[in-house]
């Protein structure tokens, strides 16, 4: 180890390999894994990256690639053995080109998502990708996991707003497929094997991500309504009068907005009654805002005409529609502050949400007596994040000792409606192992040979995604 830590501080600067105060590198967002990492390795560009994965693989050290670290599952932290050596990226941040005519934007994997989507607005067009994470995580950590965020109802996954990649291969290889095409059927579309594979199959270091025609009119509200299967009808009343133009879509329970308002003690209370649940909706529109808000308006009040809502809430101002979004934006930190919780990101058919909810609810409570889940999400996608608090009042013994029979009650019902056990989070090394229970072994099987072939000896960030 001595000899590698020589040979790639040769190559990156002794300032670029680091070995002492790794903690903000060694733990993940949740704090819910700390590893022990090797060293921290900086590279600065493609060729560095391509140098230290050759030094890797010629001295046997496994690779954890880091982006932001804002991931929900642990794929960005080393294993606590020491020989782990986490690659940062965050020195990968330039924009190589932006083309407003073929509307895209090619950039390196360290650029922080919210610089892009500024970079794009100054062009007059939209990066749609957004997510809580955007101040922080990176567009190489977000193509790693295939993030969604809250505009997929519209525009699509991460997997949809990319073009072309480059990848350093576990060899050290570049494999350039930076192409800004649209349309391109010349044999496998590899750059779709790197994206959304957590960096267990190579480092992603530039991509050409996909522009859209800036909204320059956007309307949002809040509604509050007493059931998963009214939130189902809103969505298709909304979608109906707005078609395109409707681009989010979030469900959050009452205890979600309640969680926020105790830990975020100046989000107002919307409406003058709690309500089982509520929707946040928006619109947007590249063409005029008169049109957009009468089509909203329209929309609105016919959901309230035919009893789909009981309330509603229209942001009369940028400011408003802010801390409307506020209130869905802060409810990962309000769990956070909250403590103990037990995560799902499970998707669904969207039809099936709300028998998924009914049916799911009432085993939770039939086997905790109290307990608080936390359902929000991207109801428009049909994907919820599912997470259940601890009761309140529970003390011992530790609340996350409940994860197997938890996720059992949870993701069995998943399985019944044919969905998934990780939508948009991914798997890292939170949840591997339920490949094993929930996906076919044909489907890992097939998986397995893919990382064989790219990654013979294992290096690239081992026993994420898949389980040893
Ligand atoms: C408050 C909050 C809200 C969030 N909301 C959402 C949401 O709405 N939707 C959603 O999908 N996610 C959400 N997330 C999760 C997280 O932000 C995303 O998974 C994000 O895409 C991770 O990006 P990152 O740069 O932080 O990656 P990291 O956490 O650093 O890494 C994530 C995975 O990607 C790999 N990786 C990172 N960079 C590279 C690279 N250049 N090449 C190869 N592999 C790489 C890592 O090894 C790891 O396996 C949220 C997180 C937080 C904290």
């Known amino acids: ?222 509604a509050a309504l007493q059931t998963p299967q009214q939130a189902l009808q809103l969505l298709g009343l909304m979608r109906g009068h707005l078609g395109d133009r409707f681009t989010a879509f979030e469900l959050m329970s009452q205890a979600s907005v309640a969680m926020v308002r105790e830990y975020f003690p100046a989000t107002p209370a919307l409406f003058a009654a709690p309500h089982p649940w509520q929707v946040l909706m928006q619109a947007s529109d590249a063409a005029g805002q008169e049109a957009l808000d009468a089509g909203f308006q329209a929309a609105l009040e016919d959901a309230l005409a035919q009893g789909v809502i009981d309330d509603v809430v229209v942001a009369t101002s940028e400011a408003q529609a802010h801390a409307l979004w506020a209130v869905r934006e802060n409810i990962s930190e309000a769990q956070q502050h909250d403590g103990s919780n037990i995560k799902h990101d499970i998707a669904v058919p969207v039809s099936s949400v709300p028998g998924f909810v009914e049916e799911v609810l009432p085993l939770l409570h039939a086997a905790y007596a109290g307990v608080r889940p936390v359902v929000y999400g991207h109801l428009g996608d049909g994907n919820l994040h599912f997470n259940v608090s601890r009761p309140a009042g529970w003390t011992t013994p530790d609340w996350q000792l409940q994860t197997d029979r938890v996720n059992a009650i949870v993701l069995d019902v998943v399985a019944r409606y044919g969905g998934s056990f990780s939508a948009e989070h991914g798997l890292g090394q939170l949840k591997a192992h339920e490949m094993l229970l929930y996906k076919a072994p044909l489907e890992v099987d097939v998986m397995r040979r893919i990382k064989q072939a790219l990654d013979p000896q294992g290096l690239m960030n081992p026993r994420k995604l898949l389980p040893a």
Not at 43 to 52: G, K, L, S, Y
Not at 60 to 89: F, R, W, Y
Not at 205 to 211: C, D, E
């Open 1 to 222: 180890m001595n000899e590698f830590l020589a040979n790639v501080r040769a190559l990156l600067g002794d300032a670029h390999v680091l070995t002492a105060d790794l903690a903000a590198y060694a733990t993940d967002w949740r704090g819910k894994f700390t590893g022990q990492p090797l060293a921290v390795l900086r590279p600065a560009d493609t060729a560095q990256v391509a140098a230290t994965v050759k030094l890797c693989a010629a001295h046997g050290v496994a690779i954890v690639p880091q982006g932001g670290n804002t991931g929900m599952c642990g794929g960005a932290t080393p294993d606590g053995s020491g020989t782990q050596a986490v690659l940062s990226l965050g020195r990968l941040n330039r924009v190589r080109g932006i083309d407003p005519l073929n509307n895209t934007l090619t950039v390196e994997a360290g650029c922080v998502l919210r610089t892009l989507q500024a970079l794009a607005a100054a062009h007059d067009r939209l990066f749609p990708l957004s997510l809580g994470a955007e101040g922080s995580c990176q567009i190489g950590g977000n193509i790693a996991t295939n993030a969604g965020g809250v505009q997929v109802l519209r525009y699509g996954n991460t997997r949809d707003l990319v073009l072309g990649l480059e990848v350093v291969l576990p060899d050290g290889q570049v494999l350039n497929l930076l192409r800004a095409l649209r349309k391109d059927n010349t044999g496998y579309d590899l750059k779709h094997l790197f994206i959304g594979s957590e960096g267990t199959l190579g480092i992603i270091t530039a991509a050409v991500l996909k522009l859209f025609p800036a909204p320059h009119a956007n309307a949002v509200a809040f």
